[in-house]
């Protein structure tokens, strides 16, 4: 069965720093491309950013370009969101999906996502 | 940015009515465009892709047309867990993949 469990949520401090994991089980996780989408509460999805197989392809929407970076590490199945200088805006649920090919690369499995809140 | 534009925002009906919801594209986005549905507290789902090709495990009453600007998301017969949330999102000009801002579908 495919998984992707996300962590690492929480709240956090205006211009605070949060790391974000998603460990990926039940398929071959190195061979699919991977997003972060996000969800500000009581609103709409937003695409965030994709990283490719090997990660040596990353991109990311203008609204976090120079404060997120984005990684994975296929060994360990798992992809990462290192948020930093967070803002008010950022407060969103956060979830990783899985890029499949055979369903036209859009997104056939999804986390439950996690609650990143900023506030002071 | 293509920017998508889905109606109604919210759409009234019983179960066993027929839900016709629209996404409606900025600029064309050719068939690259897919239908989520999410319910509360859970993550989005996939519905349909290439804007008319079922998600493995869909129940043939849902279905996805339309091309270039224009789409459609069809639920012919409305059951129950259908009442949710639905998203269009294009990957036309990937990677600035984006959604529609969504229609909710609540029972009347």
Redesign the interface.
């Known amino acids: 069965e495919v998984q992707l469990v996300e962590s690492g949520g929480g709240l956090v401090q205006p211009g605070g720093s949060l790391r974000l994991s998603c460990a990926a089980s039940g398929f071959t996780f190195s061979i699919y491309g991977m997003n972060w989408v996000r969800q500000a509460p009581g609103k709409g999805l937003e695409w965030v950013s994709y990283i490719s197989t090997s990660g040596s392809t990353i991109y990311s929407a203008d609204s976090v370009k120079g404060r997120f970076t984005f990684s994975r590490d296929n060994a360990k199945n798992s992809l990462y969101l290192q948020m930093n200088s967070l803002r008010a805006e950022d407060t969103a649920v956060y979830y990783c999906a899985r890029e499949d090919y055979a369903s036209g690369s859009f997104f056939d499995y999804w986390g439950q996502g996690t609650l990143v809140t900023v506030s002071s | 940015e293509i920017v998508l534009t889905q109606s109604p925002a919210t759409l009234s009906l019983s179960p066993g009515e027929r839900a016709t919801l629209s996404c409606r594209a900025s600029q064309s986005v050719s068939s ?1 465009l ?1 239908w ?1 549905q999410q319910k509360p507290g ?5 519905l349909i ?2 804007a008319s ?1 079922r ?1 493995t495990g869909l129940p043939a009453r849902f279905s996805g047309s339309g091309s270039g600007t224009d789409f459609t998301l069809t639920i012919s017969s409305l059951e129950p867990e259908d009442f949710a949330v639905y ?1 269009c ?1 294009q ?1 036309s000009n ?2 600035r ?6 229609t909710k579908v609540e029972i009347k």
């Open positions: 690259y897919a989520y859970q993550a989005p789902r996939l892709y290439d090709n998600a998203y999102q990957r990937w990677p993949i984006t959604f529609g801002g969504g």
